[in-house]
């Protein structure tokens, strides 16, 4: 969602829900809350939906991999255990 969508959005619930006539808010108001919203959500570090969602995948994927990895050492650490025992008995 850009940020046009986001400003129109707030803009509309917010006639919806505080002011008892949409029309209540002149153009002019309208007009000076989109320029102040705007403003705002450029100063902001806002990604999109779409960035968060592939930046959540490329987790999910480096997770599993280090979820691998870390049973992958759990398991050469099991072996060097157990050849290390046995070099011991013998």
């Known amino acids: 969602m850009n940020q046009d ?3 129109n959005q707030f803009i509309k619930q917010f006639n919806q829900s505080f002011v008892p006539g949409a029309q209540a ?3 002019e108001a309208q007009m000076h809350v989109r320029a102040a919203m705007t403003k705002a959500l450029q100063k902001m570090d806002l990604v999109t939906r779409e960035e968060f969602d592939t ?12 979820d691998a ?4 050492i759990s398991d050469l650490e099991e072996s060097i255990r157990q050849l290390t025992a046995n070099q011991s008995n013998q």
Do not use: M, P, T
Request: aromatic share 0%.
């Open 25 to 27: 808010l002149g153009d």
């Open 69 to 72: 990895l870390e049973a992958q």
């Open 55 to 66: 930046q959540q995948a490329v987790l999910l994927r480096s997770r599993e991999k280090l």
């Open 5 to 7: 969508n986001i400003v």
